[in-house]
C-alpha cells in the first residue's frame, strides 16, 4: 500500500466511526438481522427483518423472539441453537442411523429456521445465530441472521422447477386422456386399426411420462447427495458394446462405429452409471443427428495423464450454436430446432449425465461446429496395481 493510501485510510478512520458503517451495513442489508437479550426480548430489528414480517421495527422490539421464530426445541429437549431456535428438520440421527455429534452440526454455515410471518403465514429459510459478548467476554444476547436473499434465490428456483415439471407432465397427460376418452365414448366405433394406434399412442406417452419420473428421480438422488456406487474395474468395451445393443432398435436408420484400441485400461466406475452415461450420449446422437449418419464412439489413453481414461461420442448432426453451448448442461435445457422439436425429451439427460461423470470422478466437455457434435468424457483408469491395492477383481 502507497503512503497516499495509508494516510487516506487513516483519515477516513478518523472521520468515519466503525459503529456507524455497521450500522449501515445492518440497516441496508437486504437480510434480516434481530439482537435479543439473555431472556429472548428482541432489542434491535432491522429493516429488512421488519418487512419481511409486515411490521414497523418499533412494534418488533421489546417483543419475544418466540413470536417471530421457531422455539420449540427449547420446550421439547431437542438440539437448539443458543437462545432456543430450533433447527428445522434435526432428527439427531444420520441417513445411516448414526447420531449427529453437536460438533458436526455446529460446523453447518446456517440452518433452516422457520419465521412467522404476516397473516400466520410460516416461512423456512436459512438462518444463524451467534453470541453476543460484552468488553469483559460474557455473553449479553443473541445475533441472529435470516438469509432472505438466499431464501427468495431458492424459492424462485423451486417454483421454476415446480413450473416446468408441471408442463413436461401435462403434455403426455393430455395425450393420454385424450386418446382414452376417445376410445372409451366411440370405442366400438372405430376400427380395430384406429384402436391399436390409439392404444399405442396411449402406451408411448405412459412411457414418456416414466422416463421423466425416472430422470427427476435420478436428480432428486444427485442433488441431494443419496446417490449409491459400486466402484470397480469394468471393460470400457464390453461397457460400449452392451449399451450398443440395447440402443439396436433406435440406431436402425444410423451407423454407429466402435474406435476402441487394445489394451485399453479398464475404467474405475460404477457400471450401472457408466452405461446410463454413455446411453445418454449415444441415445442423443441418434435423436439429433439425421438418418444415414454415422454416430462414432472413441475412446483412448489421456496422453500425459495414465490415470485417466477419455472417451468421445460425435454425431453428424446440425450442431449447437456456441452461444448454446454453456446451457446444454443445465436443467430442462433444449435447443430449439427442428430436429429437437420432432424429438421428445425432458431436457434433463445432459445434466444428469454431467452429475454423474462428476460424482465419478471425471469430467466432460463438449465442442461443436455445423456438421456434428462431439461429447468427450474423462473419467478414471484402473490398472492392475491399483485393483489389487484395492482388492478388487
Not at 429459510?125 to 460484552?134: E, K, R, S
Not at 448442461?329 to 425429451?345: A, I, M, V, Y
Request: net charge negative; with cysteine; glycine share 8%.
Amino acid at each position: 500500500m502507497s503512503s497516499w493510501a495509508r494516510e487516506t485510510c487513516c483519515v477516513l478512520k478518523a472521520a468515519i466511526n466503525t459503529e456507524d458503517i455497521y450500522r449501515c451495513l445492518v440497516e441496508n442489508s437486504a437480510d434480516g438481522y434481530l439482537v435479543s437479550n439473555q431472556r429472548g426480548a428482541i432489542v434491535y430489528c432491522n429493516p429488512a427483518f421488519a418487512k419481511l414480517i409486515g411490521k414497523k421495527a418499533e412494534q418488533i422490539e421489546g417483543g419475544l423472539l418466540s413470536q417471530y421464530l421457531d422455539d420449540s426445541a427449547a420446550k421439547d429437549g431437542s438440539h437448539t441453537q443458543g437462545n432456543g431456535l430450533k433447527s428445522s428438520g434435526d432428527s439427531g440421527t444420520t441417513s445411516g442411523g448414526k447420531e449427529k455429534t453437536e460438533s458436526a452440526q455446529e460446523s453447518l454455515p446456517f440452518r433452516p429456521l422457520t419465521v412467522f410471518g404476516r397473516n400466520g403465514l410460516e416461512l423456512t429459510m436459512p438462518g444463524a445465530q451467534f453470541p453476543v459478548i460484552d468488553a469483559e467476554g460474557k455473553p449479553v444476547g443473541h445475533l441472529t441472521i435470516l438469509y432472505i436473499v438466499q431464501a427468495q434465490t431458492v424459492q424462485q428456483a423451486q417454483t421454476e422447477f415446480v413450473s416446468t415439471v408441471s408442463h413436461e407432465l401435462r403434455t403426455p397427460l393430455t395425450s393420454i386422456k385424450g386418446f382414452a376418452d376417445t376410445i372409451l365414448r366411440a370405442g366400438d366405433r372405430l376400427e380395430q386399426s384406429q384402436q391399436r394406434r390409439y392404444v399405442g399412442i396411449i402406451k408411448d406417452q405412459a412411457d414418456r411420462l416414466t422416463r421423466l419420473v425416472e430422470d427427476l428421480l435420478a436428480v432428486s438422488r444427485l442433488e441431494s447427495k443419496k446417490l449409491q456406487l459400486t466402484i470397480r474395474a469394468i471393460d470400457f468395451k464390453e461397457a460400449v458394446q452392451r449399451v450398443h445393443r440395447n440402443l439396436t432398435e433406435k440406431a436402425r436408420n444410423h451407423t454407429i462405429v466402435e474406435n476402441i484400441p487394445p489394451g485399453l485400461p479398464p475404467v474405475w466406475a460404477d457400471a450401472d452409471r457408466l452405461e446410463q452415461i454413455l446411453t445418454n450420449l449415444i441415445d442423443n446422437a441418434i435423436k439429433y443427428s439425421p438418418p444415414d449418419t454415422i454416430v462414432t464412439i472413441n475412446a483412448r489413453d489421456v496422453p500425459g495423464t495414465p490415470e485417466m481414461v477419455e472417451f468421445s461420442v460425435t454425431d453428424q448432426g446440425v450442431g449447437i450454436p456456441q452461444e448454446h453451448l454453456p446451457e446444454i448442461f443445465s436443467k430442462f435445457s433444449r435447443l430449439d430446432n427442428p430436429l429437437t422439436r420432432q424429438t421428445e425429451g425432458t431436457g434433463l439427460g445432459l445434466y444428469i449425465t454431467r452429475s454423474l461423470v462428476l460424482a465419478l470422478g471425471g469430467q466432460i466437455k463438449v465442442s461443436s461446429a455445423p456438421g456434428g457434435t462431439t461429447f468427450t468424457v474423462q473419467l478414471p483408469a484402473s490398472s492392475l496395481e491399483e485393483q489389487a491395492a484395492r482388492g478388487r477383481d
